[in-house]
């Protein structure tokens, strides 16, 4: 739609329905002529090609960018939301954790994430987390892309977050739980590398643990009753799809096939058992 000016704009009054009615008239401009056509498409032409040559005298102002061999140079903006996981607050562990892959990956020729499955008697508190299983969140999201599990702690008597289980395949990235969230417990991240193969697969629990907040294991003294407080969870465990319960819209692995049965001739597609 081209823009219109107000030159290009008569204001007449006009018979309508046997009223007489004020309208505004845009004038019709005319068609241009074949000169001018080609005119018009010489310099759009010459427009593109200059475009194109600036970039070869000046290949810093090139837009595209080459993924992934600029994985580690690329920049994602503060604001882009790819991925949702915990806050784990103990980043001396962390520190410690990363160090200590680097050097295996140095010393084997390894990458990294090949080097971290080779790392035993991993520090349980590089998992520590302010999750308390409030479930703020889960009532915060609004297509139920978060589904919060607890338990109930023998040790403080009190209830726990079992697992914090997170629907990737349906999030819509509002963020609206980690607004909603009264313990700083999890943030959005830009991560967007989350491709997989199967859909279930975008079904996972974001903690490792099973566990109370970092504080509250933290006060006690006793190392063996800090053990007995804290209990592991696999990233694909519990009732999620790859561990055999199904979610709406989403089957249990080795669950039969939903298979479609042909058109009906009302048109609509019927779905058999």
């Not at 040559?53 to 837009?63: A, D, G, I, K, N």
């Not at 410690?96 to 499955?117: G, R, Y």
């Not at 629990?205 to 006690?220: G, H, K, M, T, V």
Request: net charge negative; proline share 7%.
């Amino acid at each position: 739609m081209g823009m219109i000016q107000a030159t290009q704009i008569v204001n007449e009054e006009r018979p309508i329905a046997g009223k007489t009615v004020s309208v505004s008239v845009v004038q019709r401009l005319r068609p241009p002529t074949r000169f001018q056509v080609a005119l018009l498409g010489m310099q759009g032409l010459l427009q593109g090609m200059w475009l194109t040559l600036t970039y070869f005298w000046s290949p810093v102002e090139v837009v595209t960018r080459e993924y992934p061999e600029n994985r580690d140079s690329l920049k994602i903006t503060e604001r882009f939301r790819g991925n949702l996981r915990f806050k784990f607050p103990n980043e001396v562990a962390h520190q410690t954790h990363s160090a200590l892959l680097e050097q295996i990956a140095q010393e084997t020729q390894t990458h990294p994430e090949v080097a971290e499955n080779w790392i035993r008697d991993e520090d349980d508190t590089r998992w520590y987390h302010n999750c308390t299983g409030c479930s703020k969140c889960e009532e915060a999201c609004p297509n139920a892309s978060i589904r919060i599990l607890t338990r109930h702690g023998e040790i403080l008597d009190d209830r726990e977050i079992d697992r914090f289980v997170w629907r990737l395949d349906s999030c819509m990235f509002c963020n609206a739980c980690v607004l909603a969230c009264p313990w700083d417990a999890i943030e959005m991240t830009g991560g967007f590398e989350n491709a997989v193969f199967d859909r279930r697969l975008l079904v996972y629990s974001l903690n490792r643990l099973a566990a109370p907040r970092i504080n509250l294991i933290q006060d006690e003294q006793d190392p063996a009753v800090r053990a007995r407080m804290i209990d592991w969870r696999s990233r694909y465990g519990g009732p999620i799809p790859l561990g055999g319960t199904g979610l709406p819209n989403l089957p249990a692995i080795g669950a039969p096939k939903v298979q479609e049965c042909p058109v009906s001739h009302a048109g609509s597609t019927a779905v058999a058992p």
